[in-house]
């Protein structure tokens, strides 16, 4: 199944641009789209010339919006490949994945190409595919998206379609969005995030995604009248995927250009979405701004994903929004959702905090151990997942795909790297990512576990536990810690308070009590880096 068979076209509102806003009805974004797809079938295009071999290859550098929304379902619709990149990415990150990619457009806001100090633009004309430069812009006249094609070298104008007669789609198009793409054509190409080396480069088909778009819809029962808030980046397979269910169900999505705490309860009380889905460091700086008493009860549900979400938050977001919170397991491998826990009255497995719930859909999961056996429940081991939204490879890279995939009684599962168990309902608890769990002198210990722990304490706030060098027994702990508003705490102070609620053993060795924890752009915590952080890599 290809994207665009599941988007249905109608009157119904599909998309609001809080910033302008600006609301498009899915007949008005399907006309946008249909235009933004004559870069491909234009035979003025340069873009369609160079096309007429193989899948386009297009990166986009652009912050969340109608541009960023409109250029995902054109480019991936007319059976090209798009890449959305971090608009905060440098210069030299810029050349790395435009190169590993070889690119053959780059699409940015308008009067990118002006901008002397532009890194993308910079970056693109340094690679040897050279890549068109194409700029968007949103004609309120028209209520299209145009664009300009830019020379790759000269950076001089090749194509601008405002001197063109405004295409619409065609009636025999029917009600479902156009376009030529097949449910076996790669549509996007993520990059993992590379901690542990070069990024791989993950291709996910139409067939991969809109699978993961149906088991998420089922999941949490999304229906027409839903509306989502979708608060993640775009260039993430977490904010993606939300958007597309959303659209895929007939609902309506609210896409803010960035995330900003000081906006959201302005924006829930003026757009009246019902939902968002975002990692736990968002849950966190919402409860830290004071909920409206008239706002509360008015979402049907919150999601978390991406990252562990601590008992005490799931408690505290569920008493001030006044509705449930799900949590679920996803990755990039996966096309995001591989679990999760149950909207209360649907499903027989209740959700349960500290667990991401149960397989959904079509996606299957075993806990393997060393040998690639099957364990049962409340064994600990590795996460792997098989089913139809699982990617088939990573692209290039034959090692990685040796040591990550494997054959268990005839289906191919993927190797995910984190540790976890299902308990005796059949709910997943994970442990950890494999290559964080500390080693202690031979105690195996979850940061997660001591995470859980230290996050319970009434005054913390933010916390992330981690193993660093150690003389005497090889690896340590250490903590750092976010002490919530108005309150303070010292390191005697936690190490007391975590006597006799974790074993000697799992005790941080060193505590670090900072303003704030540094996170990726996605707002994750990078535990891996942590010892280097504070200065500890070199301390053996």
């Not at 108005?486 to 009590?513: C, D, H, M, N």
């Amino acid at each position: 199944m290809s994207i665009q068979s599941l988007i249905q076209i109608s009157d119904k509102t599909a998309l609001i641009v809080p910033e302008t806003k600006l609301e498009l009805s899915y007949f008005q974004l399907n006309s946008i789209v249909y235009h933004l797809q004559s870069i491909f079938t234009n035979s003025v295009s340069p873009l369609s010339r160079k096309g007429s071999q193989k899948q386009l290859r297009i990166a986009t550098c652009l912050p969340n919006g109608l541009e960023l929304v409109a250029s995902f379902l054109a480019v991936a619709t007319a059976g090209n490949v798009i890449t959305p990149l971090n608009p905060k990415y440098t210069r030299s990150e810029f050349v790395g994945y435009l190169s590993d990619l070889q690119t053959d457009a780059v699409i940015v806001p308008r009067y990118g190409h002006l901008k002397p100090d532009s890194e993308v633009v910079s970056a693109a004309r340094a690679i040897p595919t050279k890549p068109f430069i194409i700029e968007i812009w949103y004609d309120t006249a028209r209520s299209l998206l145009q664009y300009e094609i830019f020379h790759p070298e000269t950076l001089a104008s090749m194509y601008n379609s405002v001197i063109d007669k405004s295409g619409l789609p065609p009636k025999e198009a029917g009600s479902q969005m156009p376009g030529l793409a097949k449910n076996t054509d790669i549509a996007l190409i993520l990059f993992t995030s590379g901690t542990t080396g070069k990024a791989k480069k993950v291709p996910l088909t139409h067939s991969n995604l809109t699978s993961s778009m149906i088991n998420i819809i089922k999941s949490y029962k999304l229906r027409s009248r839903d509306r989502n808030y979708v608060i993640m980046p775009l260039f993430h397979i977490h904010g993606l995927q939300v958007l597309l269910a959303s659209l895929a169900s007939q609902g309506s999505v609210v896409v803010p250009n960035r995330f900003s705490a000081s906006k959201f309860y302005p924006q829930l009380r003026e757009w009246n979405f019902n939902w968002y889905s975002a990692v736990p460091t968002i849950h966190i700086i919402l409860l830290n701004r004071r909920l409206p008493k008239e706002l509360k009860g008015k979402l049907r549900f919150i999601r978390s994903c991406s990252s562990s979400l601590p008992s005490a938050v799931f408690t505290e977001l569920e008493s001030s929004f006044g509705c449930p919170v799900v949590e679920a397991y996803g990755m990039t491998e996966a096309s995001h959702q591989v679990t999760s826990n149950n909207i209360p009255f649907h499903g027989k497995i209740p959700r349960k905090a500290g667990t991401v719930g149960i397989p959904q859909g079509s996606v299957e999961v075993i806990i393997i151990d060393e040998n690639e056996a099957n364990l049962n429940k409340c064994q600990v081991g590795q996460v792997a997942i098989s089913g139809p939204n699982v990617t088939l490879g990573y692209l290039q890279n034959e090692s990685a795909n040796k040591e990550s995939f494997f054959n268990f009684h005839g289906k191919r599962f993927f190797k995910t790297g984190d540790l976890g168990m299902f308990d005796n309902e059949g709910r997943l608890v994970l442990k950890g990512r494999i290559k964080e769990i500390i080693n202690k002198g031979g105690e195996k210990i979850s940061p997660v576990e001591i995470d859980s722990v230290v996050s319970s304490h009434e005054k913390v706030k933010e916390c992330v536990s981690f193993g660093y060098p150690d003389k005497k027994y090889g690896e340590n702990i250490g903590c750092g810690i976010v002490c919530k508003n108005g309150t303070s705490l010292t390191e005697t102070e936690l190490k007391t308070w975590l006597q006799g609620r974790l074993a000697g053993f799992k005790l941080p060795q060193k505590v670090y009590i900072v303003q704030e924890l540094p996170k990726s752009p996605t707002g994750k915590i990078n535990r891996r880096l942590m010892s280097q952080v504070f200065g500890l890599d070199a301390k053996v």
